[in-house]
């Protein structure tokens, strides 16, 4: 008998309004273990909304999301809304403890050093004790390149290495998905490439992740999928070549040229 | 706990001509200290913003020493011992009126301060190039910006000023709280009484302060 | 009536002790006042930060009420009118005290509040993001920010109920005040004693109110650094 793998995450039907506005119109997504799936668009295209749903950052108006076979939330149909789901706090903590998220703004908690940015999760919400927090921190740390830092504060570090601390901070919580929300958006030019670095081993371990990215030669070669979020759905998706070297769809080929820097 | 209390609202009720009159004097204190605080107080700003130490100097330590020292005390040193060095007497409202005004006058003067220097130096720096004078590059443009920021502050202030009249009530001013304190004392029910005058106050005051709130978020937005 | 004032302090000095009592005592209920007041205003901001109403709405009345009404109409209705409301013997500091700490809460919620609205929403978001519950994430990550800005706003408000806890002397409390209109009354020496006695609140306040400056300044110096 074949044992068929399981979808780490499922998103089916997904809708999310503000308002009268609606940002996500019906998304259905299977996310694999080891996938590495680079999500694009244009600005206001819904992708960073998409994003921030599967760790309900931002809570979904319609549809249902799986984490690991396990619908989150329960089913409460009104008559108005009869796809109508409700959230409970204690769950989506239990949730993002599960699922991690890298922030384009870092984030960072500027009254702890790196080193306890990083013990932070393992401390307080995994309730570790301070010794070995302390040595997986470390290792984490050292795992993208600053084992330097640890005792630094935020303010001391720049973008570059506040984001890698970040992605340390998340790594450290072992999440079974990993959710980037343009991780070098908000960086100088010349500090992206170290964070991309970090970003691509992970890849190259197995780490199974969703990233919101304008660097559409790092989602070449990183990722093995490629959706391209217009109007809240997905305009298109596949390998990277499909998408980003041969897009069927007219709008995702105008979306590749205008933001394409240089030759994949 | 003995018997439980019986709120009985009828002696309040029945005097409030007594409270009215407390009203008006309260009323009447609030927009001769309204006046005098912010009228000084824009020319004592003003010399806090002067070039000139001799200027300067009495601003800054009129600002300091009346920001710094309690209302209650310049009441009451205005009403005990300012009369031994004038040759007349100083009434319950002069005491008061000087008590508040003045120390008002030193806290809105940090407000003008505070609302001039946030006007740009180029607004005065484009006034004068025109050819204006200093005072009216101040007069003409920088004042008419900075009131409107200081519009919140200064609302603050007003609403500050107006629960400071109680304090004339410790020199006999004839204001809402010492009517109140008569009707305490002439009908032994200060749960109504003062329950009564605390009433009004807050509903005197709870617009202003909402409206202050809303100007507020007004000016953020508007300044952003 | 002779024409000049001939200014006399001795009898000033000689009731030196009873002043400083005064000042002793002005002291005290400043600080018990703000040593209920600062935690009760903490709770105060919590609750109305809460998004259950039935924490938020008790919080926002009691702030609202004690804002917006004169301290001394609050003094006197705790001094007055609470003994008999519900039995219980009422004396001038418990009534200060009570009256103060309210008071001050009420403004020292606003402090908080502030302050822990100034902290970035990013803040809130990576510490949820960690599976931190909404109680971590204030402890652990918002407070500690907030705290640090709000320490000027928070000391300043702590000077004014120095100011204002003279109001303590209309309910013979004896307070420096109090003690000042005493003196004044027995050595028939009003303005000299009443000029002393604004002069030391003025040399105790403006001493406290420089050293917040001080303290501002030297926090923006180093707090905008962390504040990244």
Request: proline content about 13%; glycine content about 8%.
């Given at each position: 008998m074949t044992t068929t793998i399981e979808p780490l995450m499922r998103v089916r039907a997904l809708e999310k309004r503000f308002g009268e506005h609606a940002v996500l119109r019906g998304i259905d997504l299977d996310v694999m273990p080891g996938d590495r799936i680079a999500i694009l668009g244009a600005s206001g295209s819904g992708k960073s909304t998409l994003l921030r749903c599967l760790n309900f950052m931002e809570w979904p108006s319609a549809g249902i999301v799986e984490l690991a076979g396990q619908a989150i939330g329960r089913a409460a149909p009104?008559?108005?809304?009869?796809d109508r789901r409700t959230y409970d706090q204690a769950e989506l903590t239990r949730v993002r403890q599960r699922v991690g998220m890298v922030f384009q703004q870092f984030n960072?908690?500027?009254?702890?050093?790196a080193l306890g940015n990083v013990m932070e999760g393992l401390r307080t919400?995994?309730?570790?004790?301070e010794p070995e927090a302390r040595a997986r921190a470390r290792a984490e740390l050292a795992r993208v390149g600053l084992a330097d830092k640890a005792d630094a504060y935020p303010a001391r570090l720049s973008g570059g290495q506040k984001q890698r601390v970040a992605i340390a901070r998340a790594l450290a919580m072992d999440p079974e998905v990993l959710l980037f929300d343009?991780?070098?958006?908000?960086?100088?030019p010349e500090l992206v490439g170290e964070v991309l670095r970090v970003i691509r081993s992970l890849a190259e371990e197995g780490c199974t992740m969703l990233l919101v990215t304008h660097e559409m030669g790092f989602a070449y070669h990183v990722a093995n999928r490629v959706l391209f979020i217009a109007e809240g759905v997905i305009h298109e998706q596949g390998t990277p070549d499909e998408v980003l070297k041969h897009p069927t769809q007219p709008r995702t080929q105008a979306f590749v040229e205008r933001h394409r820097e240089f030759d994949f | 706990m003995g018997a439980h209390y019986q709120w009985n609202f009828a002696p309040v009720l029945e005097n409030l001509d007594v409270l009215w009159a407390g009203a008006i004097g309260t009323l009447h204190l609030f927009v001769i200290c309204i006046a005098l605080g912010f009228g000084f107080g824009l020319v004592v700003g003003l010399g806090r913003h002067a070039r000139t130490r001799w200027v300067y100097l009495p601003a800054t330590a009129f600002v300091e020493f009346f920001r710094n020292t309690p209302v209650l005390v310049q009441i009451l040193w205005f009403y005990y011992a300012l009369p031994i060095l004038l040759p007349f007497e100083i009434s319950p409202l002069m005491a008061a009126t000087l008590g508040i005004s003045l120390n008002s006058a030193a806290f809105s003067a940090e407000i003008y301060r505070g609302g001039i220097t946030s006007i740009d130096r180029g607004q005065a720096e484009a006034a004068r190039a025109l050819g204006m004078t200093p005072a009216q590059a101040m007069r003409r443009i920088v004042l008419p910006q900075a009131l409107r920021r200081m519009l919140p502050a200064l609302t603050n202030r007003g609403i500050e000023i107006f629960k400071m009249t109680t304090l004339a009530s410790a020199v006999a001013y004839v204001e809402l709280l010492q009517q109140g304190k008569l009707l305490a004392s002439l009908n032994f029910n200060p749960i109504e009484t003062y329950t009564v005058i605390a009433v009004v106050f807050f509903l005197c005051l709870f617009p202003l302060v909402q409206a202050t709130y809303a100007l507020e978020r007004r000016l953020n937005r508007s300044d952003a | 009536m002779t024409a000049v004032h001939v200014w006399n302090f001795a009898p000033v000095w000689a009731n030196a002790d009873l002043l400083a009592q005064g000042l002793a005592n002005t002291l005290k209920v400043t600080g018990a006042s703000l040593a209920f007041g600062v935690p009760l205003g903490l709770v105060l901001a919590l609750m109305r930060l809460s998004p259950q109403r039935l924490l938020a709405w008790p919080a926002v009345a009691v702030i609202e009420v004690f804002r917006t009404t004169p301290p001394l109409v609050q003094l006197f209705w705790f001094f007055f009118a609470l003994p008999i409301l519900i039995h219980v013997e009422m004396t001038p500091y418990v009534a200060a005290v009570l009256t103060f700490s309210i008071q001050s809460a009420a403004f020292f919620a606003e402090v908080f509040r502030g302050g822990i609205v100034s902290v970035e929403r990013g803040q809130w978001e990576a510490g949820r993001a960690l599976g931190m519950a909404p109680r971590q994430v204030m402890r652990r990550v918002v407070l500690p920010q907030a705290v640090k800005r709000m320490i000027p706003a928070f000391l300043e408000r702590a000077i004014e109920l120095m100011k204002t806890t003279t109001l303590v002397a209309i309910v013979s409390y004896a307070d420096l005040l109090f003690e000042t209109n005493e003196v004044a009354q027995k050595t028939f020496r009003p303005l000299e004693v009443f000029t002393v006695t604004a002069l030391i609140y003025f040399v105790v306040i403006f001493a406290a109110s420089t050293l917040v400056h001080g303290l501002e300044r030297h926090l923006a110096a180093s707090g905008e650094g962390m504040a990244r």
């Open positions: 009104g008559k108005a809304d009869p960072l908690f500027p009254h702890m050093t919400v995994r309730g570790q004790r343009e991780p070098t958006s908000a960086l100088d | - | -």
